[in-house]
């Protein structure tokens, strides 16, 4: 089995700052690799597929990097509304479906 | 408008039973994989299993944490997707989440609590 593994589990940022989630897969994925985000209470949300990707509506300061087993979320401008966990999934070798940890992100 | 609803969750007893429903709108569901994944209190996301359609012969895989207690099944008739869940412990209380698809997940549903106590 593909394990993932996010750093950090969480962080404290401003409003406006860059955020960086980081992302490693225990072997090599391609760009396989999604992210979600998913904000307390609520159902996890796909942001970011095949690892660059952004999907349709979701705002232009978020991005995704990487290929093989390194990747990484960015959000260019942390806004309010971003305070949620984010989570890594590998899609290149399934079952099973495997997730990283989680980021929780605060605003300070 | 894609939706997922889970229904039938609840509190049961350890070692009983009970079975989600995920009702489904919006798309071609006999076309599509269905999942389940569930998040235990705090904690992150786990697969649980999927069912393919029935094109990939409606096979179904599960995580190696509910082999041969948990069951997924569809219909397709009715555009509802099962899990039906026996021996349960106490480790699988969670929110159960219905998905479509299980390589990139697009849509989720609202989610069932399911709290197995005495």
């Known amino acids: 089995d593909i394990q993932m593994t996010q750093s950090p589990s969480s962080l404290s940022a401003s409003v406006g700052d860059r955020v960086t989630i980081t992302c490693r897969a225990s072997q090599s994925i391609s760009r396989n690799l999604n992210w979600y985000q998913q904000k307390p209470g609520k159902a996890p949300n796909l942001l970011i597929y095949?690892?660059?990707n952004l999907r349709s509506g979701v705002p232009s300061r978020f991005s995704g990097s990487g290929s093989g087993t390194d990747f990484t979320l960015t959000i260019s401008s942390l806004q309010p509304e971003d305070v949620a966990t984010y989570y890594c999934?590998?899609?290149?070798?399934?079952?099973?479906?495997?997730f990283g940890g989680g980021t929780k992100v605060e605003i300070k | 408008e894609v939706q997922l609803v889970e229904s039938g969750g609840g509190l049961v007893q350890p070692g009983r039973s009970l079975r989600l429903s995920c009702t489904s709108s919006g798309f071609i569901f006999a076309d599509y994989a269905m999942s389940w994944f569930r998040q235990a209190p705090g904690k992150g996301l786990e697969w649980v299993g999927f069912i393919r359609s029935r094109v990939y012969g409606g096979a179904t895989q599960y995580a190696a944490t509910v082999k041969d207690r948990f069951t997924i099944s569809r219909d397709d008739s009715k555009s509802i997707a099962y899990l039906q869940m026996n021996s349960l412990k106490t480790e699988d209380t969670a929110v159960y989440y219905c998905?479509?698809?299980?390589?990139?997940?697009?849509?989720w549903g609202q989610g069932a609590l399911v709290t197995v106590s005495s």
């Open positions: 998905t479509r698809e299980y390589g990139i997940i697009d849509y």
């Open positions: 095949a690892t660059s």
């Open positions: 999934q590998q899609s290149y070798s399934t079952p099973p479906v495997t």
